[in-house]
């Protein structure tokens, strides 16, 4: 069956740090994957997407994720963080029929 | 942009009450779908629908049913409400799986109901 998982509850930051969000899968065939942010009382925004090619993929905001086969990972990343990235996120991966199955999130808190 | 729509971000309703949750799209999707967002648990399909008057059941059914009589309104019915269906409630759309593709497209979120049972 199709899983994600989100080993970090909750991480903190300092302003200006790096910041990695983990995210493991578990599916059969060639996952699409996507990782989502939702800020406090919104919805959830699409940041980036994968569904094949080059592993390593460009997202909005200045994210990026890697995609790797091997560790069944897809793990979110960004290079500084800033007080406006505080916020919950979600990875999910999708199967052929469309449905997604999301993790259980990871809230960011940012520190000045 | 997709433009996902809920018809309240809050709601309060009592015990045994009918309540329905309205979502509407703009972007003429195929797939609509209905979540409950509750602390740690994530997000949990309660029912999807990919076609006009076609549902399909997610994870957590029971006491939600669902319409879907126009492609770009999909409605949530909690039959007799209870506490325990107290939660955040997302609505989302997407596209069908582009030929040659699978699950290509993302899905596009509301901004959620809150809905509260007394």
């Known amino acids: 069956a199709q899983s994600v998982t989100q080993p970090d509850i909750h991480i903190t930051v300092s302003e200006g740090a790096s910041l990695e969000l983990r995210c493991n899968y578990s599916?059969?065939?060639?996952?699409?994957l996507f990782w989502y942010v939702q800020s406090p009382g919104q919805g959830l925004q699409l940041l980036l997407k994968?569904?094949?090619?080059?592993?390593l993929v460009q997202g909005i905001k200045g994210f990026e994720a890697e995609f790797k086969r091997s560790q069944s990972s897809f793990n979110l990343r960004k290079p500084s963080v800033h007080w406006s990235d505080a916020a919950e996120y979600f990875c999910?991966?999708?199967?052929?029929?469309?449905?997604?199955?999301f993790g259980t999130g990871t809230s960011l808190t940012v520190i000045p | 942009d997709v433009k996902v729509t809920q018809s309240s971000r809050y709601l309060v309703k009592r015990t045994g009450e009918k309540v329905f949750l309205e979502c509407v799209q703009d972007?003429?999707?195929?797939?609509m779908f209905w979540y409950r967002q509750d602390p740690g648990l994530g997000l949990r399909l309660i029912y999807f629908?990919?076609?006009?008057?076609?549902?399909e059941k997610g994870d957590i059914p029971e006491g939600y049913s669902v319409s879907r009589e126009k492609k770009e309104r999909f409605s949530l019915i909690l039959e007799s409400a209870s506490t325990n269906q107290t939660s955040m409630y997302l609505c989302?759309?997407?596209?069908?799986?582009?030929?040659?593709?699978?699950?290509?497209?993302?899905?596009?979120f509301g901004d959620g109901t809150r809905l509260s049972i007394l």
């Open positions: 989302a759309s997407s596209l069908l799986p582009g030929q040659g593709s699978y699950s290509n497209q993302p899905q596009h």
């Open positions: 599916y059969g065939a060639t996952p699409y």
């Open positions: 994968y569904f094949s090619g080059d592993t």
């Open positions: 999910a991966v999708a199967d052929t029929g469309n449905q997604f199955y």
């Open positions: 972007m003429d999707h195929e797939n």
């Open positions: 629908s990919y076609d006009v008057k076609m549902k």
